[in-house]
């Protein structure tokens, strides 16, 4: 049963039975007292009946209070937008996280807006004919135009409320701001599609064209272009430029050119973002001739393999000169190093095919360890690089094999691909492996192997390329290292964020103890309650192997039993669980243990008042990617006329608020006692 969360109040009133003694006495010592009595007796009903109607008009009026209270501080309080607004597009209520989401200053500036005239008349529309055929929406995703005119991508649910007849007076909805989350869906696609773009593209102009259209999804590129430093690292070429002023033509730039904004993010290996006002103060008049049309933003990143920066990567807009932000800095800086890592890549897979074509001009490039090898393993020939690369002269790796040159630890996975080659099974291989310098050093290298066979088909020479990763791995171990690190930080600000909630929970039972008002050990019992359910989410955040995802089984017998141990007659109540052992997200876990926290500390508090005993049952199942929680007692059932959805109580306000930030659905039933469900989706 569901409590409305209304206070108590006590009135020092006789017992009947005590009142009819007193006027029984009186009327056994006076005469003409029956006549007396039966009049006091009317006069004192009807004073009783008053004052019940007094206590019970108070009762209400406090629970009403109370409710919209604690409905004010959530409704401004929370991140969540929540709006209602008239069928016509009237903006009647929004709160100020929905002020805050759409970039107003106040509800009156919002308020003037229009949403049937606000420049998204599809999803408006899509809007309302959704929410009349369905009454409701849940979760429906699309941009929302803010105050200054960009778009914001958000997640929203409605429900219309209709009047007697069937009519729509307006709709209540909640909005979340879900932008963040997909532009870092649109990076991590991003990033994978320029690792894909490798493998896809048939050449380096197919994928710069793949590139382009990859980052042109997370932010305004339509004037793109990639600059990469020529071999003598003197200059830069622009093997891909896309623009609406200038065309592709471009000659080489020096590398140390003072004029160029290219050449200034090879040189400082930063980000560099300007805008107009800013390129004006920095350059003369006539650097736009020079150099290409002047833009009014201007945002480069540099691309780095390792230690290495081979180009730069640009965007630039010729109509805002706010086009880009910090953000963007951050977004193209992400994908730049993947960036980099594909184009260093595709460069070698097509220095290797022209190698084959051109075996001179191949040995000529030194970008990369080049070598010939026989079916013996042993080096036939071999470039400068790849000497450099294992510290040994010509004459002396020539005498030596790669085999014994190969870390132990690497050679069998190299044999077996070198003898798949041999039996004919494939022509070219490729993997990471380790190299012992001679000066007893390890180096990693990236290496890709083809061969040219014979007529016959058998294997006549192998040909390889060499690429010293080395730095890279250096840089991945680092990063490893860092993200241990942080882990070992986040750890401790959960093990303190768990030891402020068990003190915040510590302070409020000390102060109960000594509370003896009613309504106030209630709510503190409450306040306990909740704060438990939230200690135990981060204590199995802190003893979890990982943050992720948390075993559901422990943390829910775990809060049960704790939520049940703050009630002293919690010995004659039985409580029985069935809780499935599955992982689930923290993020979802914790709205779910606060639901389960109101509907444990109502049914101890008022399913069982008028019962020597009782039961409770409480499992959680979950098939497939579906979760049903149900809590069934056999105490007293809600009165008759008892409405939960039109309920006031802060509890029941509270467990459909949190069912529907789940995306599930709540019910409220009477089966023998009170039967609670709640469903929703992993």
């Known amino acids: 049963?569901?409590?409305?969360?209304?206070?108590?109040?006590?009135?020092?009133?006789?017992?009947?039975?005590?009142?009819?003694?007193?006027?029984?006495?009186?009327?056994?010592?006076?005469?003409?007292?029956?006549?007396?009595?039966?009049?006091?007796?009317?006069?004192?009903?009807?004073?009783?009946?008053?004052?019940?109607?007094?206590?019970?008009?108070?009762?209400?009026?406090?629970?009403?209070?109370?409710?919209?209270?604690?409905?004010?501080?959530?409704?401004?309080?929370?991140?969540?937008g929540l709006y209602r607004t008239t069928p016509d597009g009237e903006i009647q209520l929004a709160n100020p996280a929905l002020v805050k989401i759409l970039g107003y200053g106040s509800f009156s500036e919002l308020a003037g807006r229009n949403l049937e005239q606000?420049?998204?008349?599809?999803?408006?529309?899509?809007?309302?004919?959704?929410?009349?055929?369905?009454?409701?929406?849940?979760?429906?995703?699309?941009?929302?135009?803010?105050?200054?005119?960009?778009?914001?991508?958000?997640?929203?649910?409605?429900?219309?409320?209709?009047?007697?007849?069937?009519?729509?007076?307006?709709?209540?909805?909640?909005?979340?701001?879900?932008?963040?989350?997909?532009?870092?869906?649109?990076?991590?696609?991003?990033?994978?599609?320029?690792?894909?773009?490798?493998?896809?593209?048939?050449?380096?102009?197919?994928?710069?064209?793949?590139?382009?259209?990859?980052?042109?999804?997370?932010?305004?590129?339509?004037?793109?272009?990639?600059?990469?430093?020529?071999?003598?690292?003197?200059?830069?070429t622009f093997p891909y430029f896309r623009d609406e002023k200038d065309s592709d033509d471009h000659s080489l730039v020096q590398a140390d050119n003072p004029d160029s904004l290219t050449a200034e993010v090879l040189r400082t290996k930063r980000p560099l973002l300007l805008n107009e006002v800013q390129m004006t103060g920095r350059y003369a008049p006539g650097w736009d001739q020079r150099l290409g049309t002047s833009p009014k933003c201007w945002l480069g990143v540099p691309l780095r393999v390792g230690s290495e920066t081979i180009g730069v990567m640009a965007i630039q807009d010729y109509h805002d000169s706010g086009a880009y932000s910090q953000r963007d800095v951050l977004l193209l800086e992400s994908t730049a190093g993947q960036v980099a890592l594909a184009i260093a890549r595709k460069r070698t897979e097509t220095a290797l095919r022209?190698?084959?074509?051109?075996?001179?001009?191949?040995?000529?490039?030194?970008a990369v360890g080049a070598c010939v090898t026989s079916m013996d393993k042993g080096w036939i020939e071999v470039n400068d690089r790849l000497c450099r690369m294992l510290g040994y002269a010509r004459e002396e790796l020539l005498r030596l094999t790669w085999s014994e040159m190969t870390h132990p630890d690497d050679l069998n996975a190299d044999?077996?691909?070198?003898?798949?080659?041999?039996?004919?099974?494939r022509d070219s291989y490729e993997l990471e492996k380790r190299f012992?310098?001679?000066?007893?050093?390890?180096?990693?290298?990236?290496?890709?192997?083809?061969?040219?066979?014979?007529?016959?088909?058998?294997?006549?020479?192998?040909?390889?390329?060499?690429?010293?990763?080395?730095?890279?791995?250096?840089?991945?171990?680092?990063?490893?290292?860092?993200?241990?690190?942080k882990e070992i930080l986040l750890k401790?600000?959960?093990?303190?964020?768990?030891?402020?909630?068990?003190?915040?929970?510590?302070?409020?039972?000390?102060?109960l103890q000594s509370i003896r008002n009613p309504e106030a050990i209630a709510a503190l019992k409450d306040a306990i309650g909740r704060v438990e359910s939230m200690r135990i989410l981060y204590e199995k955040l802190l003893l979890g192997a990982g943050y992720k995802d948390i075993a559901v089984k422990?943390?829910?017998?775990?809060?049960?039993?704790?939520?049940?141990?703050?009630?002293?007659?919690?010995?004659?109540?039985?409580?029985?669980?069935?809780?499935?052992?599955?992982?689930?997200?923290?993020?979802?876990?914790?709205?779910?243990?606060?639901?389960?926290?109101?509907?444990?500390?109502?049914?101890?508090?008022?399913?069982?008042?008028?019962?020597?005993?009782?039961?409770?049952?409480?499992?959680?199942?979950?098939?497939?990617?579906?979760?049903?929680?149900?809590?069934?007692?056999?105490?007293?059932?809600?009165?008759?006329?008892?409405?939960?959805?039109?309920?006031?109580?802060?509890?029941?306000?509270?467990?459909?608020?949190?069912s529907q930030q789940l995306g599930g659905r709540f019910l409220l039933e009477k089966h023998k006692g009170t039967r609670c469900t709640l469903e929703f989706d992993v």
Request: glycine share 8%; net charge neutral; charged share 25%.
């Open 436 to 485: 012992i310098r001679k000066d007893g050093q390890t180096i990693h290298t990236l290496l890709y192997v083809t061969c040219q066979r014979n007529p016959d088909g058998a294997v006549r020479q192998m040909l390889a390329s060499l690429v010293d990763i080395s730095e890279r791995k250096r840089s991945e171990e680092e990063i490893q290292r860092q993200l241990a690190e």
């Open 1 to 80: 049963m569901m409590s409305s969360g209304g206070p108590s109040f006590c009135l020092n009133i006789k017992p009947i039975s005590d009142i009819v003694k007193i006027i029984r006495t009186h009327a056994l010592t006076r005469p003409g007292a029956v006549a007396l009595v039966t009049a006091a007796g009317r006069r004192r009903a009807r004073e009783r009946q008053a004052m019940k109607g007094k206590v019970h008009k108070t009762i209400a009026f406090e629970t009403l209070r109370e409710s919209e209270e604690r409905f004010r501080t959530l409704y401004e309080n929370t991140t969540l």
């Open 554 to 658: 422990n943390y829910v017998e775990s809060l049960i039993d704790a939520i049940v141990a703050l009630f002293p007659d919690s010995a004659k109540i039985i409580v029985e669980k069935s809780i499935a052992d599955f992982p689930l997200a923290a993020k979802r876990l914790f709205p779910l243990g606060l639901i389960l926290n109101e509907l444990i500390t109502n049914k101890m508090k008022y399913a069982f008042m008028d019962k020597a005993a009782g039961l409770i049952q409480v499992s959680l199942t979950k098939a497939d990617e579906h979760i049903i929680l149900a809590i069934q007692d056999d105490g007293v059932e809600f009165p008759e006329g008892f409405d939960p959805e039109r309920s006031a109580g802060f509890g029941l306000k509270l467990v459909k608020m949190l």
């Open 118 to 236: 606000s420049g998204f008349a599809a999803a408006r529309a899509r809007f309302i004919e959704n929410i009349e055929k369905n009454s409701e929406i849940k979760g429906m995703e699309h941009e929302w135009k803010r105050k200054d005119g960009s778009m914001v991508m958000v997640r929203e649910s409605a429900r219309a409320i209709r009047d007697a007849q069937g009519k729509t007076l307006y709709y209540d909805g909640i909005v979340e701001d879900i932008s963040e989350s997909k532009r870092s869906e649109r990076l991590t696609a991003a990033l994978y599609g320029i690792a894909q773009a490798v493998f896809n593209s048939g050449d380096l102009d197919e994928l710069y064209g793949r590139i382009h259209g990859l980052i042109a999804g997370i932010v305004p590129a339509k004037n793109f272009f990639i600059a990469l430093l020529t071999d003598d690292n003197r200059s830069l």
């Open 492 to 511: 401790e600000v959960h093990h303190r964020i768990k030891n402020n909630i068990a003190s915040i929970g510590g302070l409020l039972s000390l102060r």
């Open 415 to 425: 044999l077996d691909l070198f003898n798949l080659v041999l039996a004919g099974r």
């Open 354 to 366: 022209e190698s084959v074509e051109e075996f001179k001009g191949y040995f000529n490039m030194g």
